[in-house]
């Protein structure tokens, strides 16, 4: 967690404090929804937990739940575009680096 002091003109007015830094992992498994094995994207933080998105699908799970599907066109492909940028960044599960 990292707090930063909140100044207006030359008094401190309060405290914003935001979740440390994320960890990205990639799970090579079969998706539970689409039966894929496209791979699987996880972003751990603080105080929101894991959230894991498909590669293929676009489906999300935060804490083993799956999360609801937004009424809007296109989702899956925003989500799946969003993992594959996060993508390069992300550790394999068992990799020891
Ligand atoms: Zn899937």
Redesign the pocket.
């Known amino acids: 967690m990292s707090c930063e002091p909140i100044v207006i003109g030359n008094e401190t007015v309060g405290t914003i404090c935001r979740p440390s830094a994320e960890w990205l992992y990639r799970d090579d498994v079969d998706?539970p929804?689409?039966?894929?094995r496209?791979g699987l994207l996880g972003m751990y933080q603080e105080w929101y937990g894991s959230m894991w998105t498909?590669l293929?699908?676009?489906?999300q799970w935060q804490d083993g739940e799956l999360l609801e599907r937004p009424f809007m066109r296109g989702w899956r492909w925003r989500n799946v575009q969003h993992a594959l940028t996060r993508l390069p960044e992300a550790r394999r599960i068992g990799a020891s680096v």
Do not use: P, Q, R
């Not at 929804?33 to 894929?36: A, P, R, S």
């Not at 293929?56 to 489906?59: E, F, I, M, N, R």
């Open positions: 998706c929804v689409c039966g894929y496209a498909c293929a699908c676009g489906d």
